[in-house]
């Protein structure tokens, strides 16, 4: 007996889920409410089942991501993407680690709804049009009108990643040590001198509301919080090398932006209810 189409390609409607939605919990929802109607749904009609889920995921998700554009609107200070706890094998497929890196998802905040759909269904997932058309209720010639606007506007605010995922991992490492130590000196060796930290606390743990700029700025932050810090490691998240830190005993998520060598951004998650995903990695696939 052949395994059920949904079951098959689970971990696919995760990762569409996620990358429409930057939320874990949020994409659990809709790849559960599409497992309800996939149940009640005639097999024998249904001719590639694959297609047809994804295009299923895609209509709950933008369903979904309209109702949270609303709700993002009233959030308290800077929002984040949810960090996933990912494999080192998830690096080796450059294109999903990107689509999926902190860096990305913050980048496809700024895409109205059918922008970010039909862009990740394309640029990420290689549908063709028509599908993406079916998937959002447009025409195959609006959708590629919306296709080259989400990339032109991708393409001006994506991060210039140019290091290798083994580069990146001993800046993490250099960046905690540095941190651990409180060595302001080289802290700020690492950092570009335009850095930019972001940290979200969604109004439950403390965090700056707003961005901080400049290395000074930047480098008199992580002073002060390398004071409440009690416990570092390197882990993975969302494809790339990062760090978890126990901040008066709560944890911390921060994701680095690395390019030729030096941090151009840091992203802190501090939100607990985005901090539940970093015990076991989650499954990822295109």
């Known amino acids: 007996m052949s395994a059920d189409p949904f079951v098959t390609h689970r971990s696919l409607l995760f990762t569409v889920a996620y990358e429409l939605l930057g939320s874990a919990a949020d994409a659990e929802d809709v790849v559960q409410e599409s497992w309800l109607r996939w149940a009640d749904v005639d097999r024998a009609q249904v001719r590639d089942p694959r297609a047809y889920l994804v295009r299923t995921v895609t209509r709950q998700a933008l369903n979904r991501l309209r109702t949270l554009s609303r709700r993002r609107e009233e959030y308290v200070g800077e929002w984040l993407p949810e960090p996933l706890l990912t494999s080192p094998d998830v690096a080796e497929d450059v294109e999903l680690a990107e ?4 860096a990305m998802l913050t980048v496809l905040e700024t895409l109205g709804p059918a922008e970010r ?3 990740v269904l394309r640029e990420v997932f290689d549908l063709p ?5 079916e998937a959002v209720g447009k025409s195959p010639e609006a959708v590629r009108q919306i296709a080259r606007r989400a990339r032109g506007h991708v393409a001006a605010r994506r991060p210039r990643v140019s290091v290798s995922r083994t580069e990146q991992q001993a ?3 250099r960046f905690l040590a540095a941190l651990r130590t409180g060595r ?3 802290l ?3 950092m570009a001198p335009d850095v930019v930290l972001i940290a979200d606390g969604g109004g439950i743990a403390a965090a700056v509301l707003t961005p901080l700029h400049g290395i000074e700025s930047v480098a008199a932050f992580l002073e002060r919080a390398q004071r409440a810090a009690r416990e570092s490691t390197t882990v993975w998240l969302n494809g790339a090398p990062a760090a978890r830190i126990e901040v008066d005993g709560e944890p911390a998520a921060v994701s680095l932006e690395v390019v030729e060598g030096r941090v151009t951004r840091i992203y802190v998650m501090r939100n607990p209810r985005k901090l539940t995903r970093l015990t076991q990695p ?3 696939a295109r």
């Open 99 to 102: 689509s999926v890196s902190i």
């Open 117 to 119: 759909a039909v862009f």
């Open 129 to 133: 049009y028509g599908e993406i058309a």
């Open 171 to 173: 800046v993490v490492e």
């Open 184 to 186: 302001l000196g080289e």
């Open 188 to 190: 700020m060796e690492i």
């Open 282 to 284: 989650a499954e990822l």
